[in-house]
């Protein structure tokens, strides 16, 4: 069975500091993963895939398959990056995610 | 485009009655799939839609059915409701021309069951 496990529900930092959300996941085989964010008041929407490799609004997430990770990462948290991460996994052809339960972020000025 | 809208905003029902939640996908998506987000956790996928089929269902029970319409829109419809469905449904359009894999997601639909 496919998993994803955030194990921080919440993760507090001030204006500045390197930011990194943890991700595990549990997959036989070849998973896509992504990165999920909700800001306040907003709806839920995609921040990056790792197929993509790119970096958006300064995150990066790169995929560990022998620690079947995938942490995203910021070097200097901003205060509008307070939200909602979610991790999520989908097999391959599947696109349907399984989402983990997220972590709340807040950036304090 | 409005993106994915979904209606209502907020509903209250009694255990044992029957909802219906709508939703229409971004303008040029064909695909629609369902999430219950309960309180603190994560979207669980409930089923997707694709040329009006049910194309894959997550683990929940018969009493949750959809439907997609010709236009692409979409209704879920919970039967015998009960406390533990209280949550918020999202609903979520892709296009499958596009690969599919980005999905696009709506406000959701706040359902609380007394």
């Known amino acids: 069975a496919q998993r994803v496990t955030q194990p921080e529900k919440l993760l507090s930092v001030f204006k500045g500091a390197p930011v990194e959300l943890k991700c595990n996941y549990s997959?036989?085989?070849?998973?896509?993963l992504f990165w999920y964010v909700q800001y306040s008041r907003q709806r839920l929407q995609l921040l990056l895939r790792?197929?993509s490799r790119e970096s958006i609004k300064g995150f990066t997430a790169d995929l560990n398959k022998g620690e079947t990770s995938f942490h995203l990462k910021k070097p200097f948290a901003q205060e509008e990056d307070s939200a909602m991460y979610y991790c999520?996994?989908?097999?391959?052809?599947?696109?349907?995610?399984?989402f983990g339960r997220g972590t709340s972020l807040i950036v304090h000025p | 485009d409005a993106g994915v809208t979904q209606s209502p905003t907020h509903l209250i029902k009694t255990r044992g009655q029957q909802v219906t939640l709508r939703c229409s996908p971004k303008?040029?998506?064909?695909?629609v799939s369902w999430y219950q987000q309960a309180l603190g956790q994560g979207p669980q996928f409930i089923f997707q839609?694709?040329?009006?089929?049910?194309?894959q269902r997550g683990n929940f029970p018969d009493r949750f059915s959809g439907h997609q319409f010709p236009n692409y829109s979409s209704e879920l419809n919970v039967n015998a409701l009960l406390l533990g469905d209280s949550a918020l449904y999202l609903c979520?359009?892709?296009?499958?021309?596009?690969?599919?894999?980005?999905?696009?997601f709506g406000p959701g639909t706040r359902l609380t069951v007394l």
């Open positions: 979520a359009s892709s296009d499958s021309g596009a690969g599919g894999n980005e999905q696009f």
């Open positions: 997959y036989s085989g070849s998973p896509e």
């Open positions: 790792h197929i």
């Open positions: 999520a996994l989908s097999g391959p052809g599947s696109y349907i995610p399984t």
């Open positions: 303008s040029g998506h064909d695909t």
């Open positions: 839609y694709y040329e009006e089929e049910e194309r």
